[in-house]
Structure formats: structure tokens, C-alpha cells
């Protein structure tokens, strides 16, 4: 199965097939790399995120990476729809400041450590986060105010999921185009 999606900006959604085959890998330090002009320091942040995951007994495994292709302006997955739908809700989840995701993607294949707690994810990111990059622990925004790639990621879920895709946020370069053949 393939899916084309056809935008300018269609490569800013490559790296959410990356980050989920980090992730499911159980690295969790992607979600640094992903939002690192976000952090005052994205290898502190790395690190502390790999601690959070040992913690919670997440275990490293061989990554594998998913297909896809970069053209000019089209982004081309050769996985099942399902799997992109769950690349990009992380994606917008991680740019969005809800990195607790990370648990729903990964959940633990070791046993956490006793008195391990989903929002230390979150305290992860608060502690390393610049200033003005999220508001809250929480952190959810609206996504008329996110930055492009969410926009877009949520844009192309949208579609993919069957739903109406209602205007109230502004894609750059107009709607994208997604072909699932």
C-alpha cells in the first residue's frame, strides 16, 4: 500500500515516520531531536528523557525503519494507512508539548520502577523547555497558533481518517493532497 501526499511542505512530515520507529524501538530521546528549538538544551533533554524511559521500563530494540520516499513536493509512505495516521498524531502529540504520547506508542516491555508516573515525561520537558515554547505542563495549543509541520500533520490525518477538514488554522501553501492507493 502506498500513500502520496502532495505539498510544498510534504517533507516536513518525514520525520514523524522516523520519531515512531524511534519510539517503538523505545527511544524515546526522539522527541528532543523533534522539538529541539523548543529546548534550551536538546542533549540534556536527551538524556534525561533516556532516564524517564529506563524508568518506566521501557527497553531499547532493533529499530525499523518504515518506508517512505522525498520527492520535490510529494511525500510517498509504502506503509498501511494506519501506520501513518499513527506517525502523525505522534507528531502533532510531541510538537504540541504532549509528550506523554510517548507511553500510548511504547507502552512498557520491562517492569517500571516503582512509583513511575506518565507526567515525569511531561516535568522532562518542562524543565528543559525555553521559556516562551509552551505554557503549561499539559501544553495542548490551539493548532491555529502551532507550528507548520502540526499544522500540516493534522491536516494529512485528517484526511486520511475520512474526516472533514475544516479551515479554522491556516496550512501554508494551501490544503495538501493525499493519495492512498
Do not use: F
Not at 57 to 73: E, M, N, W
Not at 162 to 176: E, K, S
Request: include cysteine; aromatic fraction near 4%.
Amino acid at each position: 500500500m502506498a500513500i502520496a501526499i502532495v505539498h510544498p511542505g510534504a517533507r516536513l512530515l518525514a520525520p514523524a515516520l522516523d520519531a515512531l520507529a524511534d519510539v517503538v524501538a523505545g527511544d524515546w530521546t526522539c522527541a528532543a531531536r523533534l522539538c529541539a528549538v523548543r529546548l534550551r538544551d536538546p542533549d540534556a533533554c536527551a538524556l534525561d528523557l533516556a532516564v524517564a524511559a529506563a524508568r518506566a521500563g521501557v527497553t531499547c530494540g532493533c529499530r525499523q525503519p518504515y518506508r517512505y520516499r522525498l520527492h520535490h513536493r510529494m511525500l510517498v509512505v509504502d506503509e498501511h494507512p494506519s501506520l501513518l495516521s499513527t506517525a502523525l498524531d505522534l507528531q502533532v502529540r510531541l510538537v504540541m508539548g504532549q509528550w506523554d504520547a510517548l507511553e500510548l506508542v511504547t507502552p512498557p516491555s520491562g517492569r517500571p520502577v516503582q512509583g513511575w508516573r506518565a507526567p515525569e515525561v511531561l516535568e522532562v520537558r518542562v524543565r528543559h523547555q525555553r521559556p516562551d515554547a509552551w505554557t503549561s505542563l499539559y501544553a495542548s495549543r490551539n493548532l491555529s497558533v502551532a507550528p507548520t509541520a502540526a499544522r500540516l500533520a493534522h491536516h494529512v490525518l485528517t484526511k486520511l481518517d475520512g474526516g472533514v477538514v475544516r479551515h479554522r488554522y491556516d496550512v501554508p501553501a494551501g490544503p495538501a493532497s493525499v493519495h492512498v492507493a
